[in-house]
């Protein structure tokens, strides 16, 4: 009997130490693979050259998204529409519809923009008198 138990406990030594061998080579994975290794501060610094803008689609829908783009590309988007920092914080101005008629307003962040749209209103300031010239009758 006694030579059994010492088996027993030779036996549970070797499966403990393989165990805390296997739990160390996951654990050295883990590390190498996550964000937080010491890879990750090579990731970093070429995100610091990335600029976030609210971005201008040109879908009716979802007219703008946040993107992170370049710094060398900040001007370019700038040019077509877009805005400088994420698309929460911006403000847009809508063309609003009421019983009184259109009036221009100012929403703030892409989730009141898309409110507005679904319910008529159109991004972009109203342009008061447009379109009119006048009665269009004979001058005398």
């Not at 654990?27 to 290794?37: E, R």
């Not at 703008?64 to 403000?91: E, N, W, Y």
């Amino acid at each position: 009997m006694r030579a059994m138990t010492g088996g027993r406990g030779v036996r549970a030594g070797l499966v403990a130490c393989a165990g805390a061998i296997i739990f160390a080579i996951a654990a050295s994975v883990g590390n190498a693979v996550s964000p937080t290794g010491n890879h990750s501060a090579s990731h970093q610094y070429q995100y610091d050259k990335k600029v976030t803008i609210c971005h201008r689609t040109g879908s009716k829908k979802h007219p703008f998204v946040t993107i992170r783009v370049s710094r060398r590309a900040v001007r370019a988007h700038l040019a077509h529409g877009d805005r400088l920092g994420p698309c929460s914080q911006a403000k847009f101005a809508v063309c609003h519809k009421s019983r009184r008629g259109k009036d221009t307003i100012k929403v703030s962040g892409v989730r009141a923009l898309h409110k507005h749209l679904r319910h008529g209103d159109r991004l972009g300031s109203c342009r008061k008198g447009h379109g009119k010239k006048g009665s269009g009758g004979k001058r005398n």
